[in-house]
C-alpha cells in the first residue's frame, strides 16, 4: 500500500510507485485531498496520471475499502511524503480517512508501516508524535539523502530514498546502488598513498 499525504515531496511517492511496478510488486494507492493539491504543485501529472501508476486506486473516503481491513494481506504500507497531520493521525490512532485508517490497520497487523516524514524544523509536538509511531511499530524515515553515493541528480536522490523505504518492506529493488565500503577504502588507501609521496 502506497499512501501520499499533503507534505511536500510527492516525487518520494510516484517513486515508490514506479520501483514497485519494477519489482512486479501489486500497488494499491490512496492519495489525501492535500496530496492532490501537491500533485498539481510539484508535478505536471494530472489526478489520472497518478492514479495509473498503482495497480489499484483507493478513495480517501472510502472507509469501507479493502485495505481498510487486517484480512486484507499486504506486504505492508509507505506513506510518501507523509505530512505532519498524517504522521499525528498515525500516531495516535487517528483513522479520520482511509490513508490513515489503512496505516493503522498496518500497525495492529504488526506489518510493515513506513512513514516518510517531511518537515524541518521539528517541534517538541512533532518528535512526540515521531516517537509514539515508532512505538507502534512504525518505521520513521525521513527522506535524508545519501551523499556517500555521490547523488548527481535529484533523481538519483528520490531513488535511493524510495528504493530503501521499499527494502524496509522487504521489496527488492533492481540495481539499487548500496554502500559496500570498497570505494570509500579505495580512495582513502590512494590519499595515504599521495600524502607518503608528498612528505618523501
Known sequence: MVGISGATGIAYGIRVLELARK???????????????????????????????ADVIHRPTDIGAAIASGSFRTDGMIVAPCSIRTLSAIAFAGGDNLLTRAADVTLKERRPLVLLVRETPLTLA????????????????????????????????????????????????????????????RRLEEDRRDSSAQSA
Not at 36 to 43: D, I, L, N, P, W
Open 126 to 185: 512533532h518528535l512526540r508524535a515521531m516517537t509514539a509511531a515508532t512505538e507502534s511499530g512504525g518505521i520513521v524515515m525521513p527522506p535524508v539523502p545519501a551523499f556517500y553515493l555521490r547523488p548527481g541528480t535529484v533523481e538519483d536522490i528520490v531513488d535511493h530514498t524510495a528504493g530503501r523505504a521499499l527494502d524496509l518492506l522487504g521489496i527488492e529493488v533492481p540495481e539499487l546502488p548500496r554502500w559496500s565500503g570498497d570505494a570509500a577504502r
Open 23 to 53: 519489482a512486479e510488486v501489486e500497488t494499491h494507492l490512496v492519495v489525501t485531498p492535500a496530496g492532490q493539491r501537491t500533485r498539481a504543485y510539484e508535478t505536471d501529472l494530472s489526478a489520472r496520471d497518478l492514479a495509473a501508476l
